[in-house]
């Protein structure tokens, strides 16, 4: 119960608390300005280069193998759509919803941002109410007089008060804790963004491979059929006199061998089909409906370089270890002002009557207000060795920013690299199946006509085989650099709007 006081009294109790808060308006330790960007112009040691394929070579199904850069192009927030996959849109949806590493991630953000709440709570005062109610029994009852009426010794007191208590932030020791809890949260941010970046890439990634393993697997069945039929003409032509059996045994042995490699291929599917279901957030036996073929996926031509001066700033690895710096610098502070004298002021308020109906009565009135100052004298450097160790956890802190940025630079640099390789690689890989699916034609009417011998044709064979299943992989390892590149720049969260907002607060007693 608050209880009015004397004007005198209040005012020097408000003078009281204005000086309490004048004394609280510097926080000693470093005050924290933000690392700058590297003095870079660019990722790589000379000027960027488009990634162009060798004499023009269109490939099959991708279209051009040629890409270009395009420096300074902002990168979408949804930048998997650049593939033109529907059902890649759908099952980046679909992760996004239900898997629950990010569900963990949203939460772990929303605990560090009570716990901020919550610190702030400590620069006011708080007001507790403690009334009391006491039944009491006066002594000296059998020293009176039995004329005398001894039930006015027994009576209750009713005590209604209210306590102020206010730990003024002398030397910002509390506003230094709120700043490493706000450093903590935009860890936090930039973490459930680090989480969000990652699993779009690796739905991404994880379809551009099972694209490669349906084509690979394609393959392998297209030459298996063909020596198949290789083999059923070896035997009518040894049935015929034509060959010798040496032949047929060979031939049988070419397709055993590339019989093998089937089960591998399809092993790697089935798990790569339940890597993408469980990114999706479901069980095995809930599969997803959704499948992928490289034929389907368009390659992006236009491919978005942020300035490197931007990277540090959309790199959420970057920004998360950018916010433990920060939370380091203030835990210095933290550990400076623990080691000054620390106040705190309290005022207790209220009335004591042995009636109820006397409570108002100003007469009832009464309050206390305490002033109290602690200070450390000797702790055998305990606090010291405290701050030395928060000062040293600040050094460390910022060498691990700076080899995070190192690594985000790397990152971006490598992904530009292999671009300019996949693009030659790729044409290269589709040149090689042309040539040799023509040279196996060819090699199969000369043998057929008696002029060349069965190795020859199972040489060829065997090229192709290569080459088709090279020319697979090449193509998915462009998709899959293409899609690391958007990754390596930050994946332009930025510019995403998908992320749910956090659940509604239902208590009505909040500040209690």
């Keep these: 119960m608050m209880v009015e006081l004397a004007p005198i009294r209040c005012g020097r109790a408000a003078a009281m608390l204005a000086a309490a808060l004048s004394l609280s308006a510097c926080a000693v330790g470093p005050n924290y300005v933000p690392p700058e960007a590297p003095p870079v112009s660019r990722y790589t040691k000379e000027p960027l280069k488009d990634p162009s394929a060798a004499d023009n070579i269109r490939t099959r199904q991708g279209g051009s193998a040629d890409q270009s850069f395009v420096s300074g192009a902002d990168i979408p927030g949804q930048w998997w759509t650049l593939f033109h996959s529907k059902a890649l849109n759908q099952l980046v949806e679909q992760a996004l919803a239900n898997n629950p590493t990010l569900e963990a991630a949203q939460a772990s953000l929303r605990i560090a941002q009570q716990n901020v709440l919550a610190q702030k709570g400590t620069l006011y005062p708080s007001l507790t109410a403690t009334p009391q109610v006491q039944g009491i029994l006066a002594p000296g009852l059998d020293l009176q007089s039995p004329l005398n009426n001894e039930s006015r010794f027994l009576y209750s007191l009713s005590t209604p008060q209210a306590v102020v208590a206010y730990n003024p932030d002398v030397f910002g020791g509390n506003r230094r804790q709120i700043e490493s809890l706000e450093a903590t949260t935009e860890n936090q941010r930039f973490q459930l963004e680090a989480a969000y970046l990652s699993l779009t ?54 397709l055993a061998l590339s019989q093998q490699l089937l089960p591998p291929l ?52 970057v920004k998360a270890a950018e916010a433990l710096v920060q939370q380091a610098s203030a835990s210095v502070g933290v550990a400076v002002a623990n080691r000054l004298p620390q106040f705190s002021l309290t005022a207790t308020g209220g009335s004591s009557a042995v009636r109820l109906a006397q409570v108002t009565n100003p007469g009832a009135a009464f309050f206390t207000i305490i002033g109290q100052a602690t200070a450390p004298i000797f702790d055998a450097g305990t606090l010291f060795r405290r701050q030395r160790a928060a000062e040293e956890t600040l050094t460390q802190a910022q060498a691990q920013y ?60 065997q090229g192709y085989l290569s080459a088709l299943v090279t020319s697979a992989g090449a193509r998915a390892t462009q998709y899959a650099d293409s899609a690391a590149l958007f990754v390596a720049l930050g994946g332009g969260w930025w510019n995403r709007n998908d992320v749910a907002p956090p659940p509604p607060e239902t208590d009505p007693l909040k500040f209690l």
């Design 201 to 254: 890439g690796n739905v991404v990634a994880a379809a551009i491979q099972e694209a490669a393993l349906r084509a690979q697997i394609d393959a392998t069945r297209k030459v298996i059929q063909a020596q198949t039929e290789v083999l059923q003409l070896f035997n009518k032509q040894l049935s015929l006199g034509q060959i010798a059996g040496a032949d047929v045994v060979q031939q049988q042995a070419a």
């Design 266 to 317: 399809e092993k790697q599917l089935a798990q790569q089909r339940n890597l993408l279901t469980a990114l999706a957030g479901r069980l095995p036996s809930d599969e997803i409906a959704e499948t992928f073929q490289l034929s389907a996926l368009r390659l992006p031509t236009k491919l978005p370089v942020s300035l490197p001066s931007r990277l540090v700033q959309q790199r959420p690895d």
């Design 402 to 461: 700076k080899a995070t940025v190192i690594t985000a630079f790397q990152n971006v640099a490598d992904a530009l690299r292999a671009l300019q390789a996949d693009a030659k690689a790729v044409a290269a890989a589709d040149a090689a199946v042309s040539a040799t699916n023509q040279s196996l034609g060819l090699i199969r009417k000369q043998y057929t006509a008696g002029a060349v011998t069965s190795t020859q044709v199972l040489i060829a064979q």
